[in-house]
């Protein structure tokens, strides 16, 4: 950067960046001239290179030339700890510069005393989420609060775009353009994998050439390792327990470690198994959506201050805080996606001039195999994701019923609004007046209903809320994330824990045992709302599962996985006992090729109890693998195989039946998603559990209501008895739209199985074989873990050794 470049800046800040010993990086200065041809921008940057205080740059210059009163800046982030981050940032530019700007947070963390004079009175700069900002727009001071808005930075624009979060934050965006017209837009990320996508996201009127594209130079190359740890890598599970002394020396050796793992219940096992480890009592905490909010504050204040040697966390701290002095990732578990990787991994050595050092640690040894090809796809710079995708209508919805909260409603003028924002740019009118339609009156099979007629029309036409009750109803209700439902954790003595869903609770009896916010705990009971626990002496632990925490392997590392198997050349620097795997499956059956798919059949049992295996090398990620598994039991039922069951990994499917497949074609034929997939998902309670989160975050359930929260399965009864009603009466209703349109997106991955029962077509290979084969080994274990063979998981364990000796497999299970 030259003298003359430092000089755009005015004297205040070029004169705080000498004196912190830095300067402007390029990225950061094309920042402030889109701002001055007040253009919207994207910043696309590596971790620890400025994007935040490029997005700001612009208003703190703005605010100190041009100060005013009222709100100037809105800064929109996934997560309330960021936000809380930033704002702590952002304090000591502006004190150590003596700026007269005031920056506050807006969250759900906010006291009801701060929002209030917010509305009436709010800050310079407002930090806030993408829940809060449309909770912002619903009351009637929205127009004055926002006229004075000046710009929007959308930070981590990738975690928030693809996700009905990010069509909540389009649909207030849109709004914001109709009450701040001149508003400019920032949106901040170091991994875009579409580009083009995401400015039009971004864009008013998906106009994505009205977004400049600023790219950051690349930083170092990040330190990368796949530990290759003392005891073997087990063939099946994903905890990777089995590596934690060799984690823990990792720790002892670093200042300070993050460790991420990938769900809420291996992070409980993860830091209890550390704890077991620490002999040098070095301070180890633990981090996960479900502790209670004060715990999570100290462990984040302790870090901020340096305090701790290692965090064990999930995706809670995946995103844009800055923790300064860590030095080293441990990534447990495969990372599902080369852009989490980056991610992740950017929070070692937070700097742009300083390289990101990580280990990953996989459960087993197809996660080494996906770890090897996730470390390949960050070298080689590709990036994955979800993709971007239609606005949901169910958001729709609740944004309809915000709007006429805080205004009167013209309805053709908010058509026009909401297609102004990009994942609804292509919203058909009549869809729009459909959901409109729902809103207003509850459609044709629940119009009878006072409760579902939620707007009603004035004498000038337009639209407004029916009553206030429904306002305080939809505030108490808003927002798009709908987990389940969940029981607060108290101790004996009166101290919160945090929380865990109630369908584990419920499978509790007293004197039960189960780990959770890094305690053993004894299971008393519940009452009310509360699971009651006490400290706990011994006992073999139950650890809770929460939904939704486990994540499908991308559709691009996938490829890569398929590449590295494709390619023995590349096995040289492998484990030993990889490498002996994947050689004794080429010696004994073939290995996955790069394109097509490799499907292996094979008896297992004497004769009386003989089973067919059907197992197929599939690569596309748990979610389109269980659909796939459900239509080929389908298929193989009215082939009269009798299959019995079968089992989905990220990697494989494994399918057993009385009768041997032989047409493997035919049973993977792209007819497959026509009738056979209406006729399961019609029967399926998947689709019931769809239009559930569906109904909630459209209106149509309440689960808050004052002084009283639904059950789960209060929620689940009504949301069942009003699908029923619907199927039955009015099969076209919007939501059931909504509802199969989610099912092909999320839990089914309808796109994704087409696409690869497509590329499949005419290259299956079928290998026939009278033994399993090495490659098959760890999803047998797998079936045995699930429960699901019907002979225990016991018997599957003795049997084993046997398998692998069977299979020639006998040196594979040295360590290595």
């Keep these: 950067m030259s003298a003359r470049q430092s000089l755009t800046l005015p004297p205040t800040f070029a004169a705080w960046f000498r004196r912190r010993g830095w300067q402007p990086h390029a990225h950061q200065l094309a920042m402030l001239h889109a701002a001055a041809e007040r253009r919207h921008a994207l910043l696309v940057a590596p971790t620890g290179g400025g994007k935040t205080l490029a997005g700001f740059l612009p208003s703190l210059i703005a605010l100190d030339e041009r100060p005013s009163k009222g709100l100037h800046t809105l800064y929109v982030s996934p997560l309330k700890a960021l936000a809380a981050d930033i704002a702590r940032n952002l304090e000591m530019p502006i004190a150590e510069m003596g700026l007269g700007i005031r920056c506050e947070t807006r969250t759900g963390d906010t006291s009801q005393a701060r929002r209030a004079r917010q509305r009436h009175a709010p800050p310079h700069i407002l930090l806030t989420t993408p829940e809060s900002l449309s909770l912002l727009l619903?009351?009637?001071?929205?127009?004055?609060?926002?006229?004075?808005?000046?710009?929007?930075?959308?930070?981590?624009?990738?975690?928030?775009?693809?996700?009905?979060?990010?069509?909540?934050?389009?649909?207030?965006?849109?709004?914001?353009?109709?009450?701040?017209?001149?508003?400019?837009?920032?949106?901040?990320?170091?991994?875009?994998?579409?580009?083009?996508?995401?400015?039009?996201?971004?864009?008013?009127?998906?106009?994505?050439?009205?977004?400049?594209?600023?790219?950051?130079?690349?930083?170092?190359?990040?330190?990368?390792?796949?530990?290759?740890?003392?005891?073997?890598?087990?063939?099946?599970?994903?905890?990777?327990?089995?590596?934690?002394?060799?984690?823990?020396?990792a720790i002892r050796a670093h200042k300070t470690t993050l460790v991420f793992?990938?769900?809420?219940?291996?992070?409980?096992?993860?830091?209890?198994?550390?704890?077991?480890?620490?002999?040098?009592?070095?301070?180890?905490?633990?981090?996960?959506?479900?502790?209670?909010?004060?715990?999570?504050?100290?462990?984040?204040?302790?870090?901020?201050?340096?305090?701790?040697?290692?965090?064990?966390?999930?995706?809670?701290?995946?995103?844009g805080i800055d923790w300064g002095d860590v030095d080293l990732v441990i990534q447990m578990g495969a990372p599902k996606g080369a852009s989490r990787l980056v991610q992740r991994i950017g929070r070692a050595n937070h700097r742009y001039d300083t390289p990101s050092k990580a280990l990953l640690v996989p459960g087993n040894r197809f996660e080494f195999l996906e770890c090897q090809a996730a470390v390949e796809a960050v070298h080689a710079k590709e990036l994955d994701g979800d993709p971007l995708r239609a606005g949901g209508l169910d958001v729709l919805a609740q944004h309809i019923v915000a709007t006429a909260c805080g205004a009167p409603v013209d309805r053709g003028a908010l058509y026009a609004e909401v297609a102004s924002a990009g994942p609804y740019a292509a919203l058909p009118r009549e869809t729009f007046h459909r959901v409109f339609d729902f809103v207003a009156t509850g459609g044709y099979a629940l119009g009878a209903y006072e409760r579902y007629r939620r707007l009603v029309q004035a004498d000038d036409g337009r639209w407004t809320i029916a009553s206030e009750r429904l306002a305080r109803q939809y505030r108490m209700?808003?927002?798009?994330?709908?987990?389940?439902?969940?029981?607060?954790?108290?101790?004996?003595?009166?101290?919160?824990?945090?929380?865990?869903?109630?369908?584990?609770?419920?499978?509790?009896?007293?004197?039960?045992?189960f780990l959770f916010a890094g305690r053993l705990l004894r299971f008393e009971g519940i009452r009310e709302l509360e699971l009651i626990a006490s400290r706990a002496k011994g006992g073999v632990p139950k650890i809770p599962a929460f939904e939704g925490g486990r994540m499908p392997l991308t559709t691009h590392l996938a490829a890569r996985v398929r590449g590295v198997l494709a390619a023995p050349r590349r096995w040289g620097g492998y484990p030993r006992p990889v490498r002996e795997w994947?050689?004794?499956?080429?010696?004994?059956?073939?290995?996955?090729?790069?394109?097509?798919?490799?499907?292996?059949?094979?008896?297992?049992?004497?004769?009386?109890?003989?089973?067919?295996?059907?197992?197929?090398?599939?690569?596309?990620?748990?979610?389109?693998?269980?659909?796939?598994g459900m239509l080929l039991t389908k298929r193989m039922e009215r082939a009269g195989l009798h299959p019995l069951g079968f089992v989905a990994t990220d990697y494989v499917i494994a399918i057993w039946s009385l009768e041997p497949a032989a047409d493997v074609d035919a049973l993977f034929d792209q007819d497959m998603l026509g009738d056979d997939l209406e006729a399961w998902m019609a029967?399926?309670?998947?689709?019931?559990?769809?239009?559930?989160?569906?109904?909630?975050?459209?209106?149509?359930?309440?689960?808050?209501?004052?002084?009283?929260?639904?059950?789960?399965?209060?929620?689940?009864?009504?949301?069942?008895?009003?699908?029923?009603?619907?199927?039955?009466?009015e099969p076209g209703h919007i939501l059931l739209q909504a509802t199969r349109a989610d099912a092909a997106t999320g839990l089914v991955d309808l796109a994704r199985l087409a696409a690869f029962l497509a590329r499949i077509t005419g290259r299956i290979r079928h290998v026939p074989l009278d033994r399993i084969s090495p490659l098959a080994l760890p999803v047998l274990l797998e079936i045995g873990r699930e429960g699901v063979l019907g002979e225990g998981l016991d018997?599957?364990?003795?049997?084993?050794?046997?398998?692998?000796?069977?299979?020639?497999?006998?040196?594979?299970?040295?360590?290595?």
């Design 138 to 249: 619903s009351f009637p001071e929205a127009p004055r609060m926002f006229a004075t808005l000046d710009t929007v930075v959308v930070d981590e624009l990738h975690a928030l775009a693809p996700t009905k979060r990010g069509d909540l934050l389009a649909l207030a965006l849109s709004r914001l353009a109709a009450l701040a017209p001149g508003h400019r837009r920032a949106g901040l990320s170091a991994t875009v994998p579409d580009e083009d996508g995401h400015r039009r996201w971004l864009a008013p009127g998906a106009d994505a050439a009205s977004v400049a594209l600023v790219r950051g130079a690349p930083g170092p190359e990040p330190e990368i390792a796949i530990l290759d740890p003392a005891a073997r890598i087990p063939w099946s599970g994903h905890m990777a327990l089995h590596a934690l002394p060799d984690v823990y020396r």
């Design 261 to 319: 793992v990938n769900t809420r219940a291996q992070a409980e096992l993860v830091f209890q198994g550390l704890w077991r480890l620490n002999g040098d009592n070095l301070a180890i905490a633990l981090h996960h959506g479900s502790l209670e909010k004060p715990q999570r504050l100290r462990v984040e204040a302790a870090m901020v201050a340096g305090k701790l040697r290692a965090i064990v966390c999930t995706s809670s701290l995946d995103l």
């Design 477 to 513: 209700n808003a927002g798009v994330i709908v987990d389940a439902p969940t029981l607060k954790v108290r101790m004996t003595n009166g101290r919160k824990l945090g929380s865990v869903e109630e369908y584990f609770a419920m499978g509790l009896v007293p004197g039960d045992t």
């Design 582 to 628: 994947l050689d004794a499956q080429r010696e004994r059956s073939v290995l996955p090729g790069g394109d097509g798919l490799l499907v292996e059949t094979f008896p297992r049992g004497e004769k009386k109890e003989r089973r067919h295996f059907l197992v197929a090398y599939c690569f596309e990620g748990r979610n389109a693998h269980q659909t796939l």
């Design 683 to 729: 029967e399926s309670t998947m689709l019931k559990r769809c239009f559930r989160n569906v109904a909630v975050i459209a209106g149509l359930i309440d689960r808050r209501h004052p002084g009283q929260v639904k059950t789960g399965r209060q929620v689940t009864f009504n949301t069942d008895l009003i699908y029923d009603v619907l199927r039955r009466h």
């Design 795 to 816: 018997e599957i364990l003795r049997r084993e050794a046997e398998l692998v000796a069977e299979a020639g497999l006998a040196s594979l299970d040295g360590g290595g």
